[in-house]
């Protein structure tokens, strides 16, 4: 999805007081090149069998049927797929 906002960079001068007020608090300091290698990725690990995005249409009840169950409503669409896939032919 493409955002419509314009990103607005900083100019030299502000990018000096930036980087002037990183080197002077005493709680941070930028990381050589050698410690950066070493940092981990976190975060929620990769799936095995990650999701496909794509997109789609269903019938406005439809959607709002699974809507109205909450949060997860997603993931209960895509059981009910998979339910319907067990006894039919795709």
């Known amino acids: 999805m493409s955002s419509k906002r314009k990103?607005?960079?900083p100019t030299q001068a502000e990018d000096a007081a930036i980087n002037a007020g990183i080197?002077?608090?005493?709680?941070?300091y930028e990381l050589s090149q050698?410690?950066?290698?070493?940092?981990?990725r976190v975060g929620r690990p990769r799936s095995e069998s990650p999701k496909v995005a794509l997109t789609v249409r269903?019938?406005?009840d439809?959607?709002?049927a699974f809507k109205s169950?909450?949060?997860g409503w997603q993931t209960r669409m895509n059981h009910a797929l998979r339910d319907?896939?067990?006894t039919h032919r795709a």
Do not use: S
Not at 23 to 28: G, S
């Open 7 to 9: 990103l607005i960079m």
């Open 58 to 60: 269903y019938d406005a």
């Open 69 to 71: 169950g909450g949060e």
């Open 84 to 86: 319907w896939l067990r």
């Open 23 to 28: 080197a002077a608090d005493p709680d941070t």
């Open 34 to 40: 050698a410690e950066f290698k070493q940092l981990k």
């Open 62 to 64: 439809i959607i709002e």
